[in-house]
C-alpha cells in the first residue's frame, strides 16, 4: 500500500520547477553575456522538476509485508511488528521500536491515504 503526497504538494513542486526553468531559459537565451546564476536558475529548476517525478512515481510512505518505509533517498524502514511506541506529536507521527525512530510528516500525506494509514496503524495495538 502507497500513502500518497497531497496533490498540492505535487502540483507546487511542478509549477516551481518550470518557474525556474523559464527564468533560466530567459536569463540564457536573452542576455547577451550570461551569468553563473542563470545556470544556478536552471539547476534549481531541474532538481524541482526531478524531485516532482520522484514524488509522484514513489509517494511518500509504503506499507509491504509488514514494513513501513519512508521513500526517501535514504529513507528509513521499520517493521510493524517491532514497534514499541506510537506518539502523535505537532502533527507528526513517531513511531519507535527497540532499533529505529520514524518520524512521519501527516501534513503532507493526502486526505484518503491518511485514513489508509491511520487505519493500518490502528491494528497495532500498542
Do not use: C
Not at 534549481?44 to 514494513?67: A, D, H, M, P, R
Amino acid at each position: 500500500m502507497k500513502i500518497q503526497y497531497k496533490k498540492k504538494r505535487l502540483k507546487y513542486n511542478l509549477i516551481f520547477g518550470l518557474l525556474w526553468l523559464v527564468i533560466s531559459l530567459l536569463g540564457i537565451f536573452t542576455k547577451e553575456n550570461t551569468y553563473w546564476t542563470d545556470y544556478g536558475f536552471l539547476i534549481i529548476s531541474l532538481l524541482y522538476i526531478v524531485t516532482y517525478f520522484y514524488e509522484k512515481k514513489k509517494q511518500y510512505l509504503t506499507i509491504e509485508n509488514g514494513i513501513l518505509s519512508v521513500n526517501h533517498p535514504f529513507g528509513k524502514k521499520i517493521n510493524l511488528s517491532e514497534i514499541k511506541q506510537f506518539r502523535k506529536f505537532a502533527g507528526d507521527y513517531i513511531l519507535k521500536s527497540d532499533k529505529t525512530e520514524l518520524t512521519i510528516n501527516t501534513q503532507i500525506i493526502d486526505e484518503k491515504s491518511l485514513t489508509e494509514l491511520n487505519n493500518e496503524l490502528g491494528k497495532l495495538n500498542i
